[in-house]
């Protein structure tokens, strides 16, 4: 009793000293800490009733069509394939892998979100036999499908000012053992305690104590969000108490299920580059190339286990460490009962199984994607695009570019010391749709610099010409192919002083020839003359119906191509003769989606009416002579007659140019080959831009082209003449003609002279 009547002295003592400072550090500590807990308080729940992150907006290359029927080689599918992050598997029964066996080739589509709706994940196998697809059917139940549609490459993201990568979620579509697993391992009182666990702190502290360092530690799920959104990662008290602060409001507000599904889609997965990988789904993705849903034990185990350390157990940068990791999270899943021991087993031998295409993709493409960027801005202001969570279609086709690029290096390379230097530009749409499947600005396809395709704006040479010949053959009283063109010497005032004498590429003139044959051997000097009787104004006018906002002189050299267009341009002229005489608009986009998968936009061409159709025809029938016996012969010569293409070759003066556009049934490209500076190249449109054509249709998978035959006649010509003759006779041809319009007129040859000496006698 004494020694506690001393104890309780000793404590009344003290207390009459400490008494006045207690109070007072009391009430300062209630009347700072109430307004404080008050503010933070306002701010959490500023921030979580609307919880929100920036979603980076992805550009999507347009989806892998699979039909019967279709053109389409391996080459092609696999260069498909691997742009959107496909990767070998035996049984092909994973989403995003695929096998072949012989030409068959089975493909486990991925579950994506397309412009018409929800797309499931499927298995189809296709067949190819000869270029085409031969077979398509259902992998697993063996059905016969008409078509089939692979999910598309993603090509670029347009990330706001966080620069970060996610997907959101809902818990209902995150694996329950993801679920399960990362309160096991994070945080195991998780449904019991307010925010934080006293317990758990405790015990790390002791933990470490022993360890000498931090090993351990003893947030709780809810104090690691709160690190994630409010806070920075440093380790200073005041930090760690607005933490312990912020959880204990956070877990008074809002119930379990909200906090888990913020935590999901909020944590720290993994970084490359300057992007960062924010939550469970993102990750998935970033490591394995699939859909959350699809991971099996193990992949969840390695990404439970990422949480401890993104950077320390990186499964590509520490493979042994993340492995190591992994399987210790596997033995908590079975220690906790979440697996059982044969499970445990068999996820634990697996290997890590991160895909090898899988990665946030590297934004490639620059001068398609600044088309895409120019086309987006007729509708979107570019802050309502970054970070906006939009999913944005293109119509690129990665096949179409991989070959183009190839095409490119194939060709420069043939050229020798002369390619060395020379720059290059390829612009490749569908003939029929418009839509730009491909664009190269920069022989350096990747280089983010000068866009070629689009803004060098360069003489074109003898391309313009088809445009004069069908302005004549638009009216079919006055002229046809079967028309007589002066190809004599010209002699014409220049204003300003001056005469202007062009001439043939072959230095010769022809006399009178054929305003056919003008065209398919690309003869200047009949083309002058063709021109300057229909009039050049009238050549200007329906060059600038195009809406290519050029400026275009009409002087007589613009009839030789004295305009300076981009390639992108051309594609647009040379896309009304590809698409069958109507006016088609180049596009880039199909559509966009915003963050939840809805329609927002959507683009489609509307052609013209096609008022020249018939005359767009006879020039593509000209066209299609010119990749035979004229300019561009080379495309017969290197077996790709039965592609019975239409193409026009260019060469600026001096040879500071070389130009190409032609066209299949299915697919249009323009080629450019040149020098920044203006240099001479000395290359003509046959020896340069030519080839690097050539080199594309060698790869790419497309269909004959073949010209329809409504409105059109053909007529047995003397070529001296033009006019219609026997079919025996010598230098006759078979040409067509806008039906009705054709001569009427005949001339006959010797032979057609003996019969009717013989009374019309053949023998």
């Not at 990988?277 to 859909?291: I, K, L, N, Q, T």
């Not at 022809?510 to 009787?533: E, F, K, Y």
């Not at 039965?642 to 040879?655: E, I």
Request: aromatic share 8%.
């Amino acid at each position: 009793m004494a020694f506690f009547s001393r104890v309780w002295g000793w404590i009344r003592a003290i207390w009459r000293l400490l008494r006045i400072p207690f109070w007072l550090g009391t009430g300062v500590a209630i009347g700072f800490l109430v307004p404080y807990v008050w503010l933070l308080d306002a701010a959490v729940r500023s921030r979580f009733d609307d919880l929100s992150w920036q979603f980076p907006s992805r550009v999507y290359a347009r989806p892998l069509e699979l039909a019967r029927g279709q053109p389409l080689n391996a080459n092609a599918l696999m260069a498909e394939l691997s742009a959107a992050r496909y990767d070998e598997d035996a049984s092909a029964r994973t989403p995003g892998t695929w096998r072949r066996d012989g030409e068959r080739y089975t493909i486990s589509r991925r579950e994506f979100i397309y412009l018409d709706g929800r797309e499931r994940a499927r298995r189809v196998t296709a067949t190819l036999d000869q270029g085409r697809v031969a077979a398509l059917v259902d992998a697993d139940t063996g059905a016969a499908l008409e078509r089939a549609r692979i999910d598309p490459a993603r090509i670029a993201t347009l990330y706001g000012q966080a620069q970060e990568d996610r997907r959101v979620v809902a818990l209902g579509d995150v694996p329950p053992l993801l679920l399960s697993g990362l309160q096991a391992v994070e945080d195991r009182e998780f449904k019991h305690h307010h925010g934080v666990n006293v317990a758990a702190i405790a015990r790390a502290a002791w933990i470490n104590l022993v360890a000498g360092r931090v090993v351990q530690g003893g947030s709780t799920l809810t104090q690691q969000l709160v690190k994630n959104l409010f806070l920075d990662s440093g380790q200073r008290y005041t930090r760690k108490a607005n933490e312990a602060l912020i959880a204990l409001i956070i877990e008074a507000r809002y119930d379990k299920r909200r906090i888990l599904e913020a935590y999901v889609n909020e944590v720290f997965l993994g970084q490359q580059g300057a992007q960062a990988v924010h939550g469970f789904a993102a990750a998935s993705e970033f490591y394995f190339g699939r859909d959350l849903r699809t991971l099996g034990a193990a992949d969840i185990a390695l990404l439970v286990g990422l949480v401890q350390g993104p950077s320390l157990y990186d499964p590509r940068r520490n493979p042994q460490g993340a492995l190591a990791r992994r399987n210790l999270v596997l033995g908590v899943f079975r220690d906790t009962g979440l697996i059982d021991a044969a499970s445990f087993a068999s996820a634990s031998k697996q290997p890590l199984g991160t895909a090898a295409h899988a990665a946030l993709p590297r934004d490639r493409y620059p001068a398609f994607l600044e088309l895409v960027r120019r086309q987006l801005t007729q509708d979107y202001a570019a802050d309502a695009l970054n970070g906006a969570g939009l999913a944005i279609h293109t119509t690129l086709a990665p096949s179409a570019q991989a070959f183009g690029e190839a095409a490119i290096d194939s060709a420069l390379a043939d050229l020798g010391k002369r390619g060395e230097d020379i720059e290059a530009a390829l612009v490749v749409t569908g003939a029929r749709d418009g839509e730009v499947r491909a664009m190269i600005g920069s022989r350096d396809v990747d280089a983010p610099g000068f866009n070629r395709a689009l803004d060098a704006l360069r003489p074109i040479g003898s391309l313009v010409k088809p445009f004069v010949s069908l302005v004549a053959l638009a009216q079919p009283q006055r002229y046809s192919l079967a028309t007589l063109l002066d190809d004599n010497p010209i002699d014409l005032p220049q204003q300003g002083g001056g005469r202007w004498r062009p001439q043939n590429d072959d230095r010769q003139s022809h006399g009178q020839v054929l305003l056919a044959d003008a065209l398919i051997h690309s003869w200047n000097l009949a083309t002058i003359n063709l021109g300057q009787r229909i009039g050049v104004e009238r050549v200007r006018g329906f060059l600038e119906s195009f809406g290519l906002k050029r400026t275009i002189n009409p002087n007589p050299s613009m009839l030789l191509g004295a305009i300076d267009l981009s390639p992108f341009d051309v594609a647009r002229l040379y896309q009304y003769l590809a698409a069958d005489g109507h006016a088609l608009p180049l596009r880039a986009l199909r559509g966009v989606l915003d963050a939840q998968g809805r329609p927002l936009t959507r683009y489609a061409s509307k052609s013209g009416a096609g008022d020249y159709t018939t005359a767009a025809r006879l020039v593509t029938w000209a066209m299609q002579q010119v990749a035979i016996t004229g300019t561009a012969h080379a495309i017969n010569d290197a077996g790709l007659g039965w592609l019975h293409a239409a193409g026009k070759t260019g060469t600026s003066d001096t040879q500071r140019d070389s130009w190409f556009a032609g066209f299949t049934g299915d697919t249009l490209a323009v080629a450019w080959l040149g020098h920044d500076d203006n240099r001479p190249t000395s290359l003509f449109g046959s020896t340069g831009a030519l080839r690097v054509w050539i080199e594309l249709m060698r790869r790419l998978p497309t269909t004959p082209l073949v010209v329809p035959q409504d409105g059109l006649e053909d007529v047995d010509i003397d070529v001296a003449s033009g006019k219609r003759s026997d079919p025996a006779c010598k230098g006759v041809r078979v040409l067509p003609f806008a039906a009705g319009y054709a001569p009427t007129e005949e001339v006959h040859c010797p032979l057609d002279q003996l019969r009717e000496f013989f009374g019309g006698d053949d023998r």
